[in-house]
């Protein structure tokens, strides 16, 4: 069974940074792709990173191009986002997402999930 536990979420101000983690369990996770998706209230679930098996390609949103790195670790089954120059527009809850491949896409069908954490950039 596939178990996704993200950490580091909170509250920061508009132009810091954030550090997620998600550490999996419940399969070999060097097989897989992994995926970070955000909420916003009232918003459906989107897209944000995604990095392929073994870390060597990654996809960003536009949104996101350039402020945030998504990174793995395949010894300790983790996977990253680190977020710089946050913005109030990037509030939402973030979930850790695990792809069924060695690939990764952008959308939201067909993928494991964590329980999220919550983000808030105030202005």
């Known amino acids: 069974q596939v178990q996704l536990v993200e950490s580091g979420g909170g509250l920061v101000q508009a132009g810091g940074s954030l550090r997620l983690s998600c550490a999996a369990s419940?399969?070999?996770?060097?097989?897989?792709?992994m995926g970070w998706f955000r909420q916003a209230p009232g918003k459906e679930r989107e897209f944000v990173a995604a990095i392929n098996w073994s870390g060597l390609s990654s996809s960003y949103a536009d949104s996101v191009k350039g402020r945030f790195t998504i990174s793995r670790d395949n010894a300790k089954s983790t996977v990253y986002l680190q977020m710089n120059s946050l913005k109030p527009e990037d509030t939402a809850v973030y979930y850790c997402?695990?792809?069924?491949?060695?690939?990764?896409?952008?959308?939201?069908?067909?993928?494991?999930w964590g329980q999220g954490t919550q983000v808030t950039v105030s202005s």
């Open positions: 997402a695990q792809y069924t491949g060695n690939s990764y896409y952008t959308g939201v069908r067909n993928l494991y």
């Open positions: 419940g399969r070999t996770f060097s097989r897989y792709a």
